[in-house]
C-alpha cells in the first residue's frame, strides 16, 4: 500500500469547546494521531482538501465518569469517508491490551488499503484484443 492523506477531525459538541465531551473528543483524536504516525503508511494532513479521505470522531464514551467502571476504559465511535464512500465503526479500549486508538488506526489501514486497491483496479490497462493460439494438448 502506498502512503495515504487523511484529514481527521472532531466537531464541537453543542455543550462548547471546554464541555468534559469536547475534551474527550480531543484527546482521542491526539491519541489517534499519533497512533497513524507511528505506522509511518499514512499521512495525516492539516486541511481536508489535502486529504483523499477523512476520519471524524464523531463520539467518545468514557467511564471515567463513573468511579466504579473506571477501569472499563473508552468507546469511540469513528466515521470515515472517502469520495461517495462512508463507513462508521466503533473501537474500544481492551483490558490490559490494545487501546480504542490503536484499534482504530489498525481498522482505518485496512479500509484505505482497501480503497486503494479497488481504485488501483479500475485503472489496469485493457488489452485491445485478445489473441487466442490452439494448443496440441
Known amino acids: 500500500m502506498s502512503a495515504s492523506s487523511v484529514y481527521l477531525f472532531v466537531r464541537t459538541p453543542p455543550d462548547g469547546p471546554t464541555s468534559p465531551l469536547a475534551l474527550r473528543r480531543l484527546k482521542a483524536l491526539q491519541a489517534l494521531r499519533d497512533e497513524l504516525r507511528r505506522r509511518g503508511d499514512v499521512i495525516v494532513t492539516a486541511a481536508p482538501k489535502h486529504a483523499e479521505s477523512q476520519v471524524e470522531i ?21 466515521r470515515l469517508s472517502a469520495g461517495d464512500e462512508r463507513l462508521d465503526f466503533v473501537c474500544a479500549d481492551a483490558p490490559a491490551g490494545l487501546s480504542a486508538e490503536q484499534q482504530a488506526a489498525g481498522r482505518i489501514c485496512v479500509w484505505l488499503e482497501r480503497v486503494d486497491r479497488e481504485a488501483a483496479s479500475h485503472h489496469l490497462p485493457v488489452p485491445e484484443k485478445l489473441t487466442v493460439a490452439p494448443s496440441n494438448c
Do not use: H, K
Not at 466504579?68 to 469511540?76: A, N, T
Open 58 to 78: 464523531t463520539n467518545v464514551f468514557a467511564s471515567d465518569d463513573n468511579p466504579m467502571l473506571r477501569d472499563c476504559g473508552r468507546v469511540i465511535v469513528l
